[in-house]
């Protein structure tokens, strides 16, 4: 899969957390933050070690005060990925302009979303810490099918040679089909469950998403 090799117009890419807040232009649906997670190793080590599978979801204070007590009972040791999660929740928090929210910190290793979609909510932030990132469409790559006749559900065509990787360690937002005026990416996971792989994700919604 590419990484971004070339640029698309639906996409913005960025050194900070800064490029996230540019999801809300009318023209993208996706945005990423590239960054190193070196730091990081040492603690993503550890957590290779367990199945981790921790959701919360409500006011930012309630869900870092349920993170705080999973790390302190799951991952005492793990104080940079807590910071680090701790500081991409409050940056998300910003960008949604919304005080309840979700959090997910899970262990995969089944493939998930094995189809492109899109999700039914508004935005969607991910950030894979261990394991291949998440598959991406630019909106040129996606073509509609004509149909003869009319009532049947619209099916899209999508040229797999512009298919996007997000890079492990990145943070990624994504424009769901419930934002204003929606722009919805097409994205899916990689698969993973043929070749024993697994990934640690990390996943934050706004709290009234759908899904």
Not at 132 to 144: D, F, R
């Amino acid at each position: 899969m590419n990484t971004l090799q070339t640029s698309y117009a639906n996409a913005v890419l960025g050194a900070d957390f800064a490029t996230l807040e540019n999801i809300h232009q009318p023209s993208k649906n996706i945005a990423i933050y590239q960054r190193e997670i070196h730091h990081l190793q040492a603690d993503l080590a550890v957590t290779n070690t367990q199945h981790l599978a921790f959701q919360s979801a409500g006011a930012v204070v309630d869900v870092l005060q349920e993170l705080n007590a999973y790390f302190s009972e799951h991952l005492p040791t793990c104080h940079r990925l807590l910071e680090d999660i701790t500081n991409t929740f409050l940056q998300f928090e910003k960008i949604t302009r919304s005080d309840s929210l979700k959090l997910m910190l899970t262990t995969v290793d089944t493939n998930m979303c094995r189809k492109f979609h899109t999700d039914i909510n508004d935005l969607r932030l991910l950030c894979t810490y261990v394991g291949p990132g998440t598959l991406w469409v630019p909106n040129e790559a996606v073509h509609e099918l004509p149909h003869a006749t009319g009532g049947r559900a619209r099916e899209l065509a999508i040229d797999e040679a512009h298919i996007q990787q997000v890079v492990t360690g990145d943070i990624v937002v994504l424009k769901g089909a419930l934002y204003p005026q929606s722009n919805p990416i097409l994205h899916r996971s990689p698969a993973i469950e043929a070749c024993g792989e697994q990934r640690l994700m990390l996943r934050m919604d706004v709290n009234e998403s759908l899904t």
